[in-house]
């Protein structure tokens, strides 16, 4: 029987081990304890989601890891944004494959990122780096492009992103800038970057990579905030729409992210990265070396024939010879919580499952805080508190399903509400895709 380590799997609700061990793979995990412990406090529910029992073996450090000579892992996979470094290294330790951990950096820090795409000739995006408050100066002067984005370095899920619209907005945020904070990709933010605003929609292209050749998994919309007119939150997506993979757009997408990809040096396991499709083509804004994150793969399996992990498990652990493109075979549609007022979640578990099980084209969801649970504005994806997934092909039963689910989140968590034409406006965004 075939068995993994899966490095820092702390997202996904436990997805991936759940997929693998049905397919008969004994799943291990390394948690970096000592990361765990810098991470502010978590409500019960978050500390409850990682479910210890569906693993074979826990690790808590790197020492704790049976030699190279046992034999006992076929593959080392990243659990997570947090676990790529660490998946990297581990694969490399007991020469397994994996993507080359001297060039990592390329695949965690942005900044890298956009140097890559542009050495390997590819549309980039235009950075310059401030490595602490001493650094602010130079940057300030050097720059002069508006509107900009200020961001992390190492950061994932719109966390810590600002828009600034010019000079005196982006001096502002760096003069707020928080330091050394410990990010929830259990990095330190003692790097920001400064990019240009690029318009346009944004994508996700979703792919897995065997030997250094690719298949695409996913091509996804998604729909901001911005888009939107929901204020305070411009870049968290309210809406990832699936697309088919024959689509003209999506066909770009997939071009550009596959030679992405490469220069990124990603030779093993699935890659996630998110586009926008500006004026002049498509631009990968950032990339990771791990599967989507939240619930997202699971509903693939629901809408795509040849899913991620599919994918993934054929790359790792059968045969590489059935990897091919996946085939949209179901309009799909996640819909996520954006919380515009602070309340205090007042319904049971299993009251909300039963209210969502009555929708017809419910798939799942994923919710981070229980019964009595403070909830906040939504600022990034991170502190959403609760997604929902939907695949029909009766699209008017799929969008339905949609409305009703977004109103319950409003009245439940403080969430947006748009009009009946507000609704037709997203529909349309999405049927295009569907019928062009």
């Given at each position: 029987?075939?068995?993994?380590?899966?490095?820092?799997?702390?997202?996904?609700?436990?997805?991936l081990v759940r997929y693998l061990k049905e397919r008969g793979v004994d799943c291990y995990a390394i948690i970096e304890l000592d990361k765990v412990a810098r991470i502010p406090k978590l409500n019960a529910k978050k500390k409850g989601e990682f479910q210890?029992?569906?693993?074979?073996?826990?690790?808590?450090?790197?020492?704790?890891?049976?030699?190279?000579?046992?034999?006992?892992?076929?593959?080392?996979?990243?659990?997570?944004?947090?676990?790529?470094?660490?998946?990297?290294?581990?694969?490399?330790?007991?020469?397994?494959?994996?993507?080359?951990?001297?060039?990592?950096?390329?695949?965690?820090?942005?900044?890298?990122?956009?140097?890559?795409l542009a050495q390997a000739g590819l549309a980039f995006i235009p950075t310059v780096v401030v490595n602490g408050p001493a650094s602010v100066g130079r940057a300030m002067a050097e720059w002069d492009q508006y509107p900009c984005i200020l961001k992390p370095?190492?950061?994932?899920?719109?966390?810590?992103?600002?828009?600034?619209?010019?000079?005196?907005?982006?001096?502002?945020?760096?003069?707020?800038?928080?330091?050394?904070?410990?990010?929830?990709?259990?990095?330190?933010?003692?790097?920001?970057?400064?990019?240009?605003?690029?318009?346009?929609?944004?994508?996700?292209?979703?792919?897995?990579?065997?030997?250094?050749?690719?298949?695409?998994?996913?091509?996804?919309?998604?729909?901001?905030?911005?888009?939107?007119?929901?204020?305070?939150?411009?870049?968290?997506?309210?809406?990832?729409?699936?697309?088919?993979?024959?689509?003209?757009?999506?066909?770009?997408?997939?071009?550009?992210?596959?030679?992405a990809a490469k220069a990124l040096d990603i030779s093993y396991g699935a890659v996630h990265m998110e586009l926008v499709m500006g004026e002049s083509g498509p631009v990968m804004i950032e990339a990771a070396a791990r599967m989507h994150g939240t619930i997202?793969?699971?509903?693939?399996?629901?809408?795509?024939?040849?899913?991620?992990?599919?994918?993934?498990?054929?790359?790792?652990?059968?045969?590489?010879?059935?990897?091919?493109?996946?085939?949209?075979?179901?309009?799909?549609?996640?819909?996520?919580?954006?919380?515009?007022?602070?309340?205090?979640?007042?319904?049971?578990?299993?009251?909300?499952?039963?209210?969502?099980?009555?929708?017809?084209?419910?798939?799942?969801?994923?919710?981070?805080?229980?019964?009595?649970?403070?909830?906040?504005?939504?600022?990034?994806?991170?502190?959403?508190?609760?997604?929902?997934?939907?695949?029909?092909?009766?699209?008017?039963?799929?969008?339905?399903?949609?409305?009703?689910?977004?109103?319950?989140?409003?009245?439940?968590?403080?969430?947006?509400?748009?009009?009946?034409?507000?609704?037709?406006?997203?529909?349309?965004?999405?049927?295009?895709?569907?019928?062009?």
């Amino acid at each position: 029987m075939p068995s993994c380590l899966i490095a820092n799997p702390v997202s996904n609700a436990n997805i991936l081990v759940r997929y693998l061990k049905e397919r008969g793979v004994d799943c291990y995990a390394i948690i970096e304890l000592d990361k765990v412990a810098r991470i502010p406090k978590l409500n019960a529910k978050k500390k409850g989601e990682f479910q210890a029992e569906l693993y074979k073996g826990i690790f808590t450090s790197e020492d704790q890891l049976p030699p190279v000579e046992s034999g006992l892992f076929d593959a080392v996979l990243a659990g997570s944004e947090n676990g790529v470094f660490l998946a990297e290294k581990l694969a490399a330790h007991y020469r397994l494959p994996g993507n080359d951990p001297a060039t990592s950096v390329r695949r965690r820090h942005k900044d890298q990122m956009q140097q890559s795409l542009a050495q390997a000739g590819l549309a980039f995006i235009p950075t310059v780096v401030v490595n602490g408050p001493a650094s602010v100066g130079r940057a300030m002067a050097e720059w002069d492009q508006y509107p900009c984005i200020l961001k992390p370095r190492s950061s994932a899920g719109g966390e810590g992103v600002q828009l600034c619209n010019n000079r005196e907005e982006l001096q502002k945020a760096l003069d707020s800038t928080s330091w050394d904070t410990f990010s929830a990709t259990w990095t330190v933010n003692d790097h920001f970057l400064i990019q240009p605003m690029i318009r346009g929609p944004e994508y996700v292209v979703d792919m897995v990579a065997c030997a250094g050749n690719y298949v695409v998994s996913a091509v996804c919309r998604y729909v901001r905030s911005d888009e939107l007119d929901i204020a305070g939150c411009d870049f968290v997506k309210k809406f990832t729409f699936m697309l088919p993979l024959d689509a003209p757009v999506s066909q770009a997408l997939s071009t550009y992210a596959k030679r992405a990809a490469k220069a990124l040096d990603i030779s093993y396991g699935a890659v996630h990265m998110e586009l926008v499709m500006g004026e002049s083509g498509p631009v990968m804004i950032e990339a990771a070396a791990r599967m989507h994150g939240t619930i997202t793969p699971k509903l693939f399996i629901e809408c795509y024939d040849s899913s991620l992990l599919e994918q993934v498990y054929e790359a790792y652990f059968g045969d590489s010879a059935n990897m091919r493109d996946a085939e949209l075979k179901s309009p799909a549609v996640v819909s996520d919580v954006i919380c515009i007022d602070s309340g205090v979640f007042s319904i049971s578990e299993p009251l909300l499952e039963q209210n969502l099980a009555q929708l017809k084209s419910f798939k799942g969801y994923v919710c981070v805080i229980g019964e009595g649970d403070e909830y906040k504005p939504t600022r990034d994806l991170i502190s959403s508190p609760m997604n929902a997934c939907f695949c029909d092909t009766d699209t008017d039963r799929l969008w339905a399903d949609v409305i009703a689910f977004d109103q319950t989140a409003e009245r439940l968590l403080g969430g947006t509400a748009f009009s009946e034409d507000g609704w037709r406006s997203i529909r349309r965004t999405y049927d295009e895709y569907l019928v062009g």
